[in-house]
């Protein structure tokens, strides 16, 4: 075998203007060697080595070395541009044509390696023209690839090098020459600045551009870091068709309906693509999978010399030049992929379309606040992408609280700055049935996309033309640079954002008293709500925080008092405004009392104040197109501000943000700050909530689903199949640990990706539940105990109505334990009532009703439920291993005790403080089957440990699993303040008897004698219902009594009530519009 290698030198410089590439002047032979091979015979050698021996004198590469003066160059080689050696991932939405001028194909100053590894002499009974193939091995940068060429492809090259050499030489016309010419015309006119080069050099050169690019099967995607190893490329034809498309399998199956055209194939470790030659427009992207096979030939293809590529999604034919050709073709593909993809071909734990990745970087989120901080700090640092979809996504949350930078953090306004910086940010949302939702997704989209050109919003699907009506796309990702990915149930939408106090009111009033020597006589004491002083919107179309009146103004004066020149709120507001612009701490506002310490008197005071007299300054940063919000006094809530004689309290939640879907669903989203509940009267209902941030081949795994969703929706929606809606390309596994940003306080641990995926949300061909077979196999295979967070409970399979087999599961594992007379333990935390509009004094709504009938199936009605199961061969035992929970709590609201739920919309699932599931799949089988609605969660198994405790003894507990189980524990027990109440064991009697049950027993108790809370199991009928809602409460009658009850609530956990309208037939009443929508839309 002969072994031959050469350099193709270049200095990365532009000639005339053009870019002339690494592989540009000099062709020089650097060693020719002869190796013996054992099974080719000498006289065979000698005639390889002949023939290549008159290749290299046929091409006589003297003929192609240029004087230095004969190239024309715009920069040096020692110029900065020509050291670098990267191109960004970012040049992927910018492909040109093939032909035209200066794209960047190579990385600069860096020069192209060749060797010749092997020849291949054909044997044939014809007459062959050139009986050698060339297989050459290349390598540029960090790149090396291998193409194969016949003897004519050098002979053709080489005339192209020689051609371009002899045009380069042709002089151009000066400036001066053609400026005379010029002059000479009757009607002398404005000279235009003309190029360098003449139209038929750029024409020559365009041609000997694309001409060396196909020579060394190269493009414009070829040397980009972050999509990987360089695999086969070359211009090949493709065949029309092939598409899973729901409800168009009967569409192009005759040849007639098919067409070919010509395209670029590229192959890359994880996907393969192909582009438009005369646009340079990536036109399809194929991804591996587990169903990816490469298949040659007549009968597999129905094509002369044809190859085919199958994959979950597609099946795709390619025709090639001939049937070796195509052999090679499939050959090159097949071994290239189980070199460099081969995890993207296996089966997978749990039937996932991703592979464990270990020493990941994880962390978990309770509830929104953190989450939401994160989310924003990891936009801020995005390079190149923003990826986002959410079930319901509304542009002006704030997702940083207190506001205290204006707009700074509102989600519009980060994404807006982002896409300015040259960020691309895709979004994906659910599009809602109108009739049964108002989420209003339109309007999402139209606000979202006219912020900026590098902002895509798809909205899917199209109920009529998919013929999909009853699901949903649920997940909620927000993925940054294919880098970090925030997986799990929390939406970028109203109402979601919470911390762990889990406040019920936000009215968000100041109150000043003045006094003192200093002020004279006057002592006045005013308490004001927000809402009185927050009178309008500056324009509602500009969406921003309303505009508070001047402190003249006749509406915002007491009633009863007389006005003054100096107004309590104009003081307040100076002061927030003064202390705290430049800050993202609340702490600043104690220091502010020095402040006024100088104003002795009043005048001084109010002289001191005048130059601020605005809460927020428009920061050093622009936001063109979205106005800074002239308030935010509603930024600081239940922040005890002391000011001289200030004191008050600010919002978090403004206009559509505070909420209680229970009592009233949201109306006008187009109209975000404007209050559709009023806060004086109605609690908000809080929200309690689980996610997770995950890194680096995870984050890549997420990104992936995004891409396969948005590809297949570009595909077939008509209306996103413009280029302005480009096709997305996943990053290679390879590159996957370079991470940029990294989240804060995240650990090690093992993390797959998991996912409820069917043709009609994702376009594949088999379905996956990899969701539901994960929560089955770790209930199956805990040892101590599994702690369950979510927002339904809708389980155990009759295989007539419910399909799921969680709740079947859990009993399965309770059983088992009893059986071997083992301590194990169970704890469900679920709302106490769904989220569904309806008034539960009278029964509530059918939708509610509907789904308090499948939850109280599973859990403790019927022999198909976990208590009928455990009840059939235990008995009452069954209360020493599992308990059911809700989450509760109370507030004063404009003087009266209330209380609300907790609304638990988490998708939580620890077990044996060594695993979690975390994601948005509730446990039905809407999320659980995979036919259903489109889900994401990632399963987490520590890798990191800590000592611990369990059932006892001593154990090894996992950094990242017991960790997120001892902070719910915390928030919903009450023991954030106090840390050292012992929960590190949950298996123990003393924590599950006298903790935890006695904890939520006692606290429904409470709540039942303070308030006579619904649900309650006192009430077994709508009779009991109206008979137990017309007494009196006690928070009512005696409130001071009423306190010293609540003072003994401790956290937020109560029991959940068991025998609630237990004999009311809770499914849809027959007639109503519930009851005419199928069965499975309520599991």
Known sequence: MWRAGWILHGTGCHCNGRDTSPFAFTLSQANMSLKNEPRVNTSALQKIAADMSNLIENLDTRELHFEGEEVDCDVSPSDPRTQEVYIPFSAVYKTQGFKEPNIQTYLSGCPIKVQVLEVER????????????????????????????????????????????????????????????????????????????????????????????????????????????????????????????PGLNCCGQGRACYRWAKRWLIVKDSFLLYMKPDSGAIAFVLLVDKEFRVKVGRKETETKYGLRIDNLSRTLILKCNSYRHARWWGGAIEEFIQKYGPDFLRDHRFGSYAAIQGNTLAKWYVN????????????????????????????????????????????????????????????MLYK???????????????????????????????????????????????????????????????????????????????????????????????????????????????????ILNSPDDANSKPKGKKPSKFSKFSLYRQLHRHHLHDTDSISSIDSASSYCNHCRSRQNLIHGLKPHLKLFRSSSESEQGLTRPNIDTASLRSVQTRVGELHGETRFWHGKDYCNFVFKDWVQLDKPFADFIDRHSTPRMPWHDIASAVHG??????????????????????????????????????????????????????????????????????????????????????????????????????????????????????????????????????????????????GGGNALQAIMHFNY??????????????KAEIGNQWINYISFCGLRTHAELEGNLVTELIYVHSKLLIADDNTVIIGSANINDRSMLGKRDSEMAVIVQD??????????????????????????????????????????????????????????????????????????????????????ISKPILAKEDPIRAEEELKKIRGFLVQFPFYFLSEENLLPSVGTKEAMVPMEVWT
Not at 149 to 158: A, D, G, S, V
Not at 160 to 171: D, G, N
Request: glycine fraction near 6%; proline fraction near 4%.
């Open 122 to 245: 054909f044997t044939s009974t014809k007459r062959v023209p050139s009986i050698n193939l060339y297989t050459i091995e290349l390598t540029h940068g960090e790149f090396t690839w291998q193409v194969k060429r016949k003897f004519k492809h050098f002979q053709e090259f080489h005339r192209e090098l020689l051609k371009y050499k002899a045009f380069i030489r042709i002089p151009i016309p000066t400036r001066r020459h053609t400026f005379r010419r010029q002059n000479v015309k009757e009607e002398p006119r404005e000279m235009p600045a003309l190029p360098r080069t003449s139209e038929n050099m750029i024409q020559q050169e365009e041609q000997f551009f694309s001409r060396r690019t196909e020579f060394l099967d190269i493009s414009q995607l070829s040397f980009i870091h972050d999509l990987g190893p360089k695999g086969i490329e070359g211009m090949i034809m493709k065949r029309s068709g092939g598409h899973r498309i």
């Open 368 to 427: 929104a606040k953190g989450y939401f901080e994160d989310v924003a700090n990891a936009m801020e640092e995005a390079k190149e992408e923003i990826f986002i979809t959410d079930w319901w996504l509304s542009p002006e949350i704030f997702l940083k609280r207190p506001v205290v930078e204006g707009n700074r953090w509102r989600l519009d306004c980060i994404l807006k700055r982002k896409a300015q910086q040259g960020v691309r940010i895709f979004i």
């Open 432 to 546: 809602e049935v109108e009739l049964a939702l108002g989420i209003n997704s339109e309007y999402s989209k139209r606000t979202l996309m006219r912020l900026h050109p590098n902002i895509k919003v798809m909205r899917h699907p199209d109920h009529v033309s998919s013929s999909v009506y009853l699901w949903a796309h649920h997940e909620k990702l927000v993925i940054i640079d294919q880098s970090v990915a925030f997986v799990g149930g929390i939406d970028l939408a109203y109402g979601r954002w919470d911390d762990n106090e889990h406040r019920l009111t936000d009215v968000g009033s100041v109150k000043r008293v003045v006094g003192g020597p200093s002020l004279g006589s006057l002592t006045a004491e005013t308490t004001e709500s927000m809402e009185s002083l927050c009178l309008r919107d500056k324009n509602e179309s500009d969406k921003d925080l309303p």
């Open 697 to 842: 081949k995870a984050a890549r795994d997420a990104a992936r689903h995004f891409i396969q969703r948005w590809n297949f929706t570009k595909i077939m929606k008509p209306k996103y199949r413009c280029l302005s809606y480009p096709f997305l390309l996943p990053k290679s596994q390879t590159t996957a640990h370079e991470l940029k940003y990294q989240v804060p306080g995240s650990v090690h641990a093992n993390v797959q990706l998991l996912r409820s995926a069917a043709d009609w949300s994702a376009g594949i061909k088999y379905h996956e539940e990899s969701i539901h077979a994960a929560y089955v196999y770790v209930i199956e295979n805990s040892k101590h105990y599994i702690y369950i967070e979510n927002q339904f409970f809708i389980s155990c399979s009759d295989d007539r109505v419910v399909f799921n087999k969680i709740g079947d599961a859990i009993a399965q594992r309770i059983l088992k334990a009893h059986r071997g007379s083992q301590r194990y333990r169970v704890y469900v935390v679920i709302p106490l009532l769904p989220g569904f509009e309806g008034d539960i004094s009278t």
């Open 857 to 870: 199936r599973t859990m403790c009605r019927g022999e198909n439920s976990i208590l009928g199961q455990l």
């Open 943 to 1028: 890798t990191e440990t800590v000592p611990s405790v369990m059932d006892g003894k001593e154990y090894q507990a996992g950094r990242f699993a017991q960790g997120l189980r001892l902070q719910c524990f915390r928030v919903v027990l009450g023991y954030l303040s106090d840390p050292s109440e012992d929960i590190q064991d949950p298996v123990s009697d003393k924590f599950f008897k006298e903790v935890w049950v006695s904890t939520a027993a006692r606290n429904a108790t409470i709540y039942d004698k303070v308030f006579r809370c619904l649900p309650n199991d006192e009430v077994h009928n709508l009779i009991q219902l109206r008979d137990f």
